[in-house]
């Protein structure tokens, strides 16, 4: 017996009956021979992390473009964040933490640089537009690891694909896998939370402007909030059987108008507002200069016109935030002349 069959047995033994077991998954695109030390789910995983696009995610803006300040969060210290608090919970809850964290680690790697506005600039100029999330299943089915794809497992690819919410209900259109479904929620928990904390911090509200009611039900500290949240998560779901990851109705509604408050107060603040202008127009500009200039990307290839739209579309939307700024730089402002 192999190590991995042997910590498959530890699964079968320890987990809750609801729990995704890694020897039981809908498999790969392509079929492959098991490893000998980890199990399915643990090589999604360590795939993810050694992916080129999950190193971007340091250089991509959480919601303020290119942050100065060394405590700001950047999309990889999200992901970090909401794979924390995830594992919290499936650890609790005796489901598949291994699962939880390569879905938590793998969500956000189509995401776009200048974080919601850069997914926004590109729904509006590429064709077909554009989400996140699908990107994000792009990313590991296609294009890491030179147009290979990371061949990873039915329930991660799951996972990713549906944990967006946007502004819509949080506990809706939820992942097949409980596990999946504990990222969907850690995601919301992890956002509300460290963007209150940078939005204070950058000088965009004041902790005063935080109102009364959240503090009441949620806590008057970051930490006390999630705290309450997590926990709220878990003794609700126990309460109901684990028939889906759950909130109570108190602290669900709370969470919509936490949200409300910060598209109100941050998200569409005129400050924030004022760089999306910025990086709408650095988008625009270098999408265009790559369909005009296919050549740049495809060489001596004649593409048809979807493949371009398509291809410009995965380029930029790889790009970090500071590669963006150096590549609009390149192209569109005039070097300096030297005479001697």
């Not at 990889?76 to 995830?86: F, G, P």
Request: proline share 3%; glycine share 4%.
């Amino acid at each position: 017996m192999t190590i991995r069959e042997e910590y498959e047995k530890i699964e079968q033994s320890i987990l809750h009956e609801r729990a995704t077991l890694s020897s039981q998954s809908k498999g790969r695109l392509k079929k492959e021979e098991e490893d000998d030390i980890r199990t399915a789910f643990q090589r999604d995983r360590d795939r993810i992390i050694h992916s080129k696009a999950f190193r971007r995610l340091k250089h991509k803006t959480q919601v303020f473009f290119s942050p100065q300040g060394d405590h700001y969060r950047t999309r990889l210290t999200h992901v970090l964040e909401v794979s924390q608090i995830a594992r919290t919970i499936a650890r609790a809850l005796r489901l598949n933490e291994d699962l939880t964290e390569a879905i938590a680690l793998g969500h956000d790697l189509g995401h776009t640089p200048f974080g919601h506005a850069g997914e926004a600039i590109l729904r509006e100029i590429h064709p077909e537009g554009f989400e996140h999330y699908k990107q994000s299943l792009r990313v590991v089915d296609f294009l890491e690891k030179n147009g290979e794809g990371l061949n990873l497992t039915f329930e991660v690819r799951d996972g990713i694909v549906n944990h967006s919410k946007g502004k819509g209900n949080i506990l809706s259109d939820t992942p097949k896998t409980l596990e999946g479904q504990i990222v969907r929620v850690a995601d919301i928990i992890a956002y509300l939370n460290h963007d209150l904390d940078d939005a204070i911090r950058a000088g965009i509200i004041k902790k005063s402007d935080i109102p009364l009611e959240f503090i009441k039900i949620l806590g008057d500290r970051h930490s006390k909030r999630i705290d309450t949240m997590v926990k709220d998560v878990i003794f609700s779901t126990i309460k109901t059987d684990y028939e889906k990851i759950s909130m109570s109705p108190l602290i669900e509604e709370t969470l919509h108008k936490l949200r409300d408050f910060l598209f109100e107060r941050v998200y569409e603040n005129e400050v924030v507002l004022k760089e999306f202008r910025k990086a709408k127009y650095i988008l625009e500009s270098l999408y265009s200069y790559y369909v005009e200039n296919p050549s740049i990307i495809f060489g001596d290839f004649i593409p048809s016109k979807e493949e371009v739209h398509r291809a410009v579309c995965d380029f930029i939307a790889g790009m970090t935030d500071r590669y963006a700024l150096y590549t609009f730089e390149k192209i569109f402002i005039p070097k300096s002349w030297f005479i001697s």
